[in-house]
């Protein structure tokens, strides 16, 4: 990365109109380039805040179409958004997890979503009770701990299958984590993944409806509805239907969608989250099934369509209402300095919670590091009997901390979200991590959001 940001500041402070016209090797340009291009605006900004009042950008004459749309997309933004005052306004963020302990429910489901990541729908037996045992072993160590203060937030995750087949287990294992924490001064917050399609049935309404102070619920919505129908068994009516019908018992604030993508997706993914943006619930998230591979030549297009989504939440005024999370933002914080200047480590945790305090009981009786591994009985980090100290993994936290061998020289390697699924492959070491592009392109849009709001934004802003 050369330093030509410094001449331009040295134009601007001599009062000059300065002209930057794309580099000779522009055709050869790569997400790389682009973000030590969106990097060097950030130093210009930095020492001249109004620099784009005299600052030209001639439009590419080389390059692949790709290529060309985005750095125009890029400079025209600058123009367009740094005149904006809404970008000084407050975006409303979520407020701060104390803790969080995670449930299986069951395995079975109404369903039979094409990348469901639980490969086994079998019906099991409750474990409600061995469940609620091991979050008491939890818990009870957090408070010895002080992990949680009084008036903290604690969050459980009910994962299923779908949770709604079983309304009796859901409603016991309420009462069971009421009965463990007893009169202390917490908030507790139970948060039900659902396909949304038993939402209008009588004993999952009353269920809501009798805990609806503590409930919040995760839609799985995909998008447009010809994709979540060609994915999701043709459920998007009935889906959007248990949406609409949550939306007049809960809190907006309650309820949350998150569509799986793929590759395949990448032409369509500013389509799919404007739609599902524009169905009026205040957080979204549109993650990539976790074993895609999206190699790094997908960055730019990828790129592309993030920034069209962002740019739709902020032509439709949407900046205090979203929080942007549907692009993946929270992941890819304060990335410009620590990642480019390679200041951060390849991180020691997964994109599933591996390496943090997340540890989960499954219905085999054995304990796993998130709730991805639980329920398909993937890689167990130990069993677990009531009496006995959780099992720490340290042996897993170290196999995660191996960067694969092609990712060394990667200058964003510490954003990836290694999975532990993924990183078992003996193989592992050998290959290059599967979500270069994801990577790639939140890291743009993440320099490209730094330029408009003319500093970095906090980890709980995104």
């Not at 957090?142 to 009796?168: M, N, Q, R, T, Y």
């Not at 799919?272 to 976790?290: E, I, P």
């Not at 699924?421 to 290959?431: H, I, S």
Request: one cysteine or more.
């Amino acid at each position: 990365m050369n330093d030509w940001w410094k001449e331009v500041i040295e134009g601007i402070e001599a009062g000059d109109t300065v002209t930057i016209s794309p580099p000779d090797d522009f055709a050869g340009w790569t997400a790389r380039n682009f973000a030590e291009f969106l990097f060097q605006i950030i130093q210009i900004l930095r020492a001249q805040p109004y620099a784009f009042e005299r600052l030209n950008f001639i439009a590419p004459q080389t390059g692949s179409d790709e290529q060309r749309a985005l750095y125009e997309r890029l400079t025209r933004g600058f123009y367009k958004y740094l005149r904006v005052p809404m970008f000084q306004r407050r975006i409303w963020t979520e407020p701060k997890l104390d803790a969080e302990y995670v449930f299986v429910t069951n395995y079975d489901c109404n369903l039979e979503c094409s990348y469901c990541i639980q490969r086994c729908k079998r019906v099991e037996p409750s474990t409600i009770d061995a469940q609620l045992k091991f979050f008491k072993a939890l818990f009870e160590a957090d408070l010895s701990a002080g992990k949680i203060p009084d008036g903290g937030l604690i969050k459980f995750f009910c994962i299923g299958g779908e949770g709604f087949l079983h309304v009796d287990r859901l409603q016991h294992l309420v009462d069971g984590v009421h009965q463990i924490i007893g009169d202390r001064d917490v908030t507790l917050i139970f948060c039900v993944p659902t396909n949304g399609t038993l939402l209008l049935q009588p004993d999952v309404q009353d269920f809501i409806l009798r805990n609806k102070k503590e409930i919040a619920l995760n839609f799985s919505i995909d998008g447009l509805p010809e994709k979540h129908n060609a994915g999701r068994c043709n459920s998007y009516d009935a889906a959007v239907a248990g949406l609409e019908w949550a939306k007049t018992v809960l809190s907006n604030k309650r309820l949350k969608i998150k569509a799986t993508m793929t590759r395949a997706d990448i032409p369509m993914y500013a389509a799919h989250c404007k739609h599902l943006l524009s169905l009026g619930v205040m957080k979204v998230r549109a993650n990539f099934d976790v074993l895609e591979e999206l190699p790094y030549e997908d960055s730019l297009e990828l790129a592309q369509q993030m920034i069209d989504a962002f740019e739709w939440i902020v032509d439709n005024d949407r900046l205090d209402f979203y929080h942007f999370d549907i692009l993946g933002l929270r992941r890819n914080y304060n990335c410009y300095d620590r990642v480019l200047m390679k200041m951060e480590p390849w991180p020691t945790h997964g994109c599933t919670g591996w390496g943090s305090s997340k540890r989960v009981l499954g219905v085999d009786g054995k304990v796993y590091g998130c709730e991805n591994c639980a329920v398909n009985g993937h890689w167990p980090v130990g069993e677990w009997h009531e009496g006995e100290p959780v099992p720490d993994f340290i042996e897993q936290k170290n196999m995660l901390a191996q960067t694969p061998e092609p990712c060394e020289d990667c200058p964003v390697k510490a954003l990836c979200y290694t999975c532990a699924q993924v990183t078992t492959d003996p193989e592992w070491r050998k290959k290059r991590h599967p979500n270069c592009a994801l990577v790639w392109a939140t890291t743009l849009l993440r320099l490209y959001m730094t330029v408009l709001f003319k500093k970095s934004l906090p980890f709980d802003a995104c």
